[in-house]
């Protein structure tokens, strides 16, 4: 698999070293996961490398502009063990680097000409803010569902997974709508898979990255496995819970025991996820031609990983 670069200052005028430099720290240091996704799906339909190149720019353009607006909102101080861009740049220039990044991708589209390409990418953006409209209403709802969770994530997180697999196939022009229907189902479950997993690193499960823990917690966010941990507990023994201000502490309130099993079930219920991923993925290989079959050997592998962060 080719390894493309997403960011060069030379993308960007020379005349805004700020910008740049912004862009500089933010970039570095990303797993660029997105893009790769991108490469696995585009290799095989046989894209030009400067339209793939276009297809991985655009993705991570977007998903890192939405990182500069989301660590503002949520006040977060670092970003890739860095300082996050509105502490370091104030504000304001956070905010215009994320409008300058989901602009220049709707320019670099613009020339390309593909106006499907165009809609899909307007879409994605679109579900990926109305999702953190959402999300920020839900802040201190205590009552919150694991539902309606489910919908922010595949607003929020699933709507740029499901670009990274149909993207391609609208690139390369192919609008067969059995085929997209299930690269939707497929990205959505990727998109919440990777979150339910994102929600655990808050509870220090599977932290290898060494997260902050019980972040959401405490900003008064309660996350998937929060929900999924809490709900069924007695009201009294639920607010103590929800008030805790350490891992160790809502060990305590919740038990131990408590704590294991619940976990126990959630990690069923998304292994049940990962199974449907890759039923919905041998049914995609049913209708693809045989050159284009690959890009389910390609896409089968990640689910797992991306659950159970395993590198």
């Known amino acids: 698999m080719k390894s493309v670069k997403i960011f060069d200052s030379r993308d960007f005028p020379a005349y805004l070293p700020k910008l740049n430099n912004l862009y500089d720290d933010l970039f570095t240091g990303g797993k660029g996961f997105r893009s790769v996704l991108v490469t696995k799906v585009s290799e095989p339909l046989n894209l030009d490398d400067r339209l793939i190149q276009l297809l991985c720019q655009t993705i991570e353009f977007i998903h890192n502009a939405s990182l500069l607006h989301d660590d503002l909102i949520d006040r977060s101080q670092l970003r890739r063990n860095k300082p996050a861009a509105w502490t370091k740049y104030t504000p304001e220039y956070a905010v215009l680097a994320g409008d300058y990044l989901l602009a220049r991708v709707m320019v670099n589209l613009g020339s390309h000409g593909n106006v499907r390409l165009i809609q899909l990418t307007a879409q ?92 959401d917690l405490k900003s008064g966010y309660l996350n998937s496995f929060g929900v999924f941990l809490t709900r069924d507990l007695p009201e009294e023994q639920r607010q103590r819970a929800l008030k805790a201000q350490s891992l160790g502490e809502l060990k305590s309130i919740v038990t131990e025991s408590h704590f294991e099993s619940r976990l126990q079930a959630f990690d069923r219920m998304n292994i049940a996820l990962i199974e449907l991923y890759d039923h919905q993925l041998e049914r995609l290989r049913a209708l693809l031609p045989e050159s284009q079959k690959p890009i389910v050997d390609q896409l089968l592998p990640l689910s797992k990983p991306l659950y159970w962060r395993k590198k």
Do not use: M
């Not at 953006?125 to 309606?148: A, K, M």
């Not at 993207?167 to 959505?188: M, N």
């Open 124 to 215: 994605a953006i679109s579900d990926l803010l109305e999702g953190e409209w959402i999300q920020d209403s839900l802040v201190r709802d205590f009552d919150i569902t694991l539902d309606q969770l489910d919908r922010v994530h595949n607003l929020k997180t699933g709507s740029l997974f499901k670009w990274c697999l149909q993207g391609p196939f609208v690139a390369a022009e192919i609008y067969d709508r059995d085929i997209h229907t299930l690269l939707e189902e497929c990205g959505t479950l990727l998109g919440l898979l990777f979150q339910r997993s994102d929600d655990l690193l808050d509870f220090d499960v599977r932290n290898y990255e060494n997260k902050a823990v019980l972040g």
